[in-house]
């Protein structure tokens, strides 16, 4: 059979030259078409041997391909996982369309590379590093000419191939879907390794397109203190442009913010987006957190007795970002990099995170805090005084940024004198619980005379509009309860998203952690009648 003269390949086919070479390393290794297909598998003893050195692959893998075994929902088809020699360690799906020879072949224990089989899925896909489809007669071995299977490679956090994961089935058999289920089932097994390797002092989680951050298929990177390289996902080499089987590098060489500007973001909290730009130029929105020691317990090898092997959709999810938070952080950094704009307003009401936005703001500039700050409620009252009062603050905190509370309740005097500080001395930043009018009116500050002076504005939106509420939820119970296994009920999100929150994110985590101190430490999960009363009357 001449591999060129092969059926039609789909989309993650190899290309007939391709074909060719593995063919010509086939009949290097000494086999011929014709070849009985081997039923020899591994001892027990060294499988055993074999799936205890994966233990973590097959640990974080499981649950995954038992989504996409659903997802597929091929009949006559089985999911197979193998190591990185293409021994199989897992196989899942029916094989009531194999005689026995070949489920012998297709079960725990036997080794499906190149050398053993000729060319096949598994085996190309390990050699070449990449997505391979091989149907019917495009295999070597005659024997296995049934068969269309499709393999892509899982990558180690590290570098290198942790495994394959293919699937295999009847070569009559339609699998044009399963190519990139496949390929995005592995982004994810790939991303869970990174996230529970245990190691690293800093995690950057990042995407050029906002959407996908926080999915599988964002970029995620490990650095220890130093700023080094300790791990990578295929999406982060792609965006990073890092090369080579094992990527090795460094922060300053990925990025151009600075490091300790990026540890002190980290530091703050992981909650807010920002922007962050790649040392080729790219333009990504990133969260960043410094990661905690684990437990003592918990640094045992995944999958031993007591290990997390806790499925996808009962993990806590990293938080979903609202488009109008991305925006804001967005917005201030074109505002920081605008020397000629006027003072920065944050809009939203109480604890919609103006000053946790400020600090955030601060920290991911070298800039120290606290930020000298006044209160233009205690202003508005005394005009005079408080007049008098503004003028010795602007005067004792020259060149400095300067942060305002309330700023929509002075009157029009002290709306002058501080912009014109935010025009030469000062970088000011004023936050307003009420929005602006559009015109100008009596007394207080409006939309027509901050634009006049070049003012920039970020509003901070209402929780009970967030588009991310359930992902917040998650995320203040999980920081509430660190390293315990709770599970929030949808039922209890949908009765926790009734209620208005005046209050806003401040109230939501403050809610959240009483809710959780008043749990038995033997409950595993959050019920709606654990929300208290006052609160479902008031959503009522």
């Known amino acids: 059979m001449d591999p060129a003269r092969s059926p039609s390949p789909s989309p993650a086919a190899l290309a007939p030259i391709d074909l060719h070479a593995s063919w010509a390393r086939s009949r290097e290794f000494g086999l011929r078409p014709d070849d009985a297909l081997s039923d020899a598998l591994v001892s027990a003893a060294d499988l055993r041997d074999r799936l205890e050195a994966n233990a973590r692959l097959l640990t974080f893998s499981r649950p995954v391909i038992e989504n996409l075994f659903r997802q597929i ?14 021994l199989i360690l897992s196989a899942m799906g029916d094989t009531g369309f194999l005689d026995r020879s070949t489920r012998v072949a297709l079960c725990p224990g036997a080794e499906w590379s190149e050398a053993a089989m000729g060319t096949n899925a598994i085996g190309t896909a390990l050699t070449t590093r990449r997505a391979v489809t091989i149907e019917g007669d495009q295999h070597y071995l005659a024997r296995n000419r049934f068969l269309t299977c499709i393999a892509t490679p899982i990558f180690s956090p590290t570098g290198g191939v942790a495994g394959i994961l293919d699937i295999s089935t009847d070569a009559r058999a339609n699998l044009s879907h399963a190519d990139a289920l496949l390929r995005t089932t592995a982004e994810c097994i790939e991303h869970r390794l990174i996230e529970n390797l245990g190691e690293g002092f800093l995690s ?36 990073l442009q890092l090369h ?34 790649t040392l080729h130029g790219r333009t990504c ?30 993990a806590p999810p990293a938080p979903g970002i609202d488009p109008r938070v991305v925006q804001a952080g967005t917005r201030i950094d074109s505002w920081h990099h605008d020397h000629e704009a006027g003072p920065l307003l944050l809009y939203g009401e109480t604890g919609t995170g103006k000053r946790h936005l400020l600090h955030q703001y601060c920290r991911g500039h070298g800039i120290g805090l606290p930020v000298p700050e006044l209160d233009g409620r205690s202003l508005a009252t005394h005009e005079q005084a408080g007049l008098d009062e503004l003028e010795d603050f602007l005067r004792q905190t020259e060149n400095s940024l300067l942060y305002l509370t309330d700023v929509d ?41 901050l634009a006049r002076h070049r003012g920039h504005v970020v509003t901070l939106p209402a929780l009970r509009e967030r588009a991310d509420f359930a992902s917040l939820v998650h995320h203040f119970v999980h920081e509430a309860s660190p390293g315990r296994p709770l599970r929030v009920l949808p039922e209890t999100i ?38 208290p009363d006052e609160l479902l009357e008031a959503a009522g």
């Open 204 to 239: 950057l989680h990042f995407h050029a397109r906002p959407d996908l951050l926080g999915s599988p298929l964002e970029g995620l990177v490990l650095f220890d203190e130093a700023g080094r390289l300790l791990a990578s996902n295929r999406a982060a080499r792609t965006l």
């Open 285 to 314: 929105i990133a969260r960043a957190e410094l990661l905690l020691p684990r437990p003592a317990h918990s640094s045992r090898q995944a999958g031993e007795e007591g290990a997390p092997t806790t499925p996808c959709t009962d």
């Open 73 to 86: 929902d091929c009949p006559s088809s089985t999911l197979l996982l193998t190591d990185c020699d293409g």
């Open 494 to 531: 949908d009765r926790l998203q009734r209620y208005s929150w005046p209050g806003n994110i401040s109230e939501l985590a403050s809610r959240l952690r009483l809710m959780l101190a008043l749990l038995g430490d033997e409950r595993t999960e959050l019920r709606p009648d654990d929300i």
């Open 244 to 277: 080579g089987e094992f990527p090795q590098g460094s922060y300053p060489e990925c990025f151009t913010t600075q490091w300790q500007h990026l540890v002190a973001w980290a530091a703050f909290g992981p909650l807010t987006p920002f922007p962050l730009r």
């Open 409 to 449: 309740l002075l009157p029009a005097p002290a709306l002058r004198r501080l912009f014109d500080a935010a025009g030469g001395t000062h970088r000011i930043i004023a936050a307003s619980r009420r929005p602006l009018p559009d015109e100008a009116h009596a007394s207080g500050l409006d939309q027509a005379t």
